[in-house]
């Protein structure tokens, strides 16, 4: 787990550090803009972290199980947020799909079964939950949550030098903390396994 979490805080060392020296150094604003190299990183934390939360869903089961199938469904909206396939040559299905009405009735969907049958369960759901947000898993959601909040401010601040780059430094923060909360789940959820197992030991 320790060599996950330095791989990708490496990742996001050298991609930050690369489109710094291209900004700052080399004067060239592009190394932030759609679909730079910024975004395709984070794009790349958002869709592993999906698997990740969705493995250690398959793993621990249950309520917790339900609540990473949410985590990972989040993963799936942050991944097609940053990847903008109408700039690809992709056919107009994968683009409907992927940035279309296809993209939302898929999430809604979603969004709609996981949060409906905790909602037919609300008391074991509402425990599991306030037991969770006590988690490292979520308070790094929320750590993430908050930086790409912080980075949308930036967004429309053209009169902020660099505003883009700063934009997208924040998202890449806000990445790699959602990239960090998954791999804790998937920790907490080996470690639940593990336990439940030796438990059963005769």
Known sequence: MR??????????????????????????????????????????????????????????????????????????????????????????FIVFMGNGGGRNAVLFTGYFLILGYAVLHFKAYFKESVTFLASKSAKLLILGGIMLLVSSFFEKAHSVPHNQFIEESFELVGYLAVSYASLYALDHALITARERKSQHKP
Do not use: H, K, M, W
Not at 5 to 21: M, Q, R
Not at 57 to 67: F, T, Y
């Open 3 to 92: 060599f996950l979490l330095a791989l990708a805080c490496l990742l996001f060392v050298i991609a930050l550090g690369l489109a710094a020296y291209e900004v700052f150094i080399l004067g060239d604003e592009s190394a932030a803009d759609e679909n730079s190299q910024l975004e395709i990183i984070q794009s790349l934390f958002a869709l592993v972290s999906g698997f990740i939360f969705l493995g250690a869903a398959l793993v621990i089961r249950g309520r917790r199980g339900l609540i990473f199938t949410f985590c990972a469904l989040l993963c799936v909206n942050f991944f097609f947020r940053e990847v903008n396939f109408e700039l690809y040559d992709v056919s107009p």
